[in-house]
């Protein structure tokens, strides 16, 4: 006999070695988590490097960003283009034309308060940074530009109105009445994507013409 065919094969080992995810990314991730659990203020390059783990300290940061204000400000339109690509994908519901448009907005905004509720810590990260001293006009600039996509959309569905001021009124008014459930305040409810939702019509109603 072949002393080969004696031989026991060796299993092949079919699991695959773990993604390692960039010190970049884990920074970002980090901030994330620090700042929907501590604020703004309670947020430091300890504390992110110390969420971020796998032996990332504080001066990591600095390899990739210029400092804490700039890794919060990058973070924060990072997040903000996750949240624009959400929304764009739910936006085709608005051009339903079967459907009174109070029902389209209807749809579009329950559908959206699922999925920011869902996110909380990212959504808590987003509005706490949206409203915080470091806010300054060039991140409030790169902000509009994030959401310019569906700004045009929006104009190509109601041609001839103001829509941009109440495309960013909305977003407002999103963030504001799904704070309280992302940050832990009040429970999830829907009452409360309800209220929300009548705050908006408020604003479609004032701006649209009938």
């Excluded at 920074?27 to 032996?55: K, M, N, P, Y």
């Excluded at 700004?151 to 109440?166: A, W």
């Amino acid at each position: 006999m072949d002393g080969k065919l004696g031989k026991k094969r060796k299993r092949r080992n079919y699991n695959q070695p773990p993604v390692k995810i960039p010190q970049d990314v884990l920074l970002q991730d980090a901030v994330v988590q620090v700042v929907a659990r501590s604020g703004i203020e309670g947020t430091s390059t300890r504390s992110i490097a110390a969420e971020a783990a796998h032996g990332i300290t504080d001066k990591v940061i600095y390899r990739y960003f210029e400092g804490k204000e700039d890794l919060m400000r990058k973070t924060f339109l990072r997040e903000t283009g996750v949240c624009m690509k959400e929304a764009e994908s739910r936006f085709s519901v608005l051009w339903e034309d079967n459907l009174p448009l109070a029902q389209r907005l209807r749809f579009l905004w329950h559908s959206l308060w699922t999925w920011t509720t869902a996110h909380s810590k990212e959504c808590t990260f987003i509005i706490r940074y949206y409203y915080c001293s470091s806010f300054d006009a060039q991140a409030y600039a790169e902000y509009r530009a994030v959401w310019a996509p569906l700004v045009d959309r929006l104009k190509e569905l109601v041609p001839g109105e103001e829509t941009e001021p109440l495309f960013f009124m909305a977003l407002e008014t999103l963030a504001s009445a799904a704070y309280p459930v992302c940050s832990g305040r009040t429970p999830d409810s829907a009452s409360a994507s309800e209220y929300g939702f009548r705050r908006l019509m408020g604003l479609v109603n004032e701006f649209i013409k009938k």
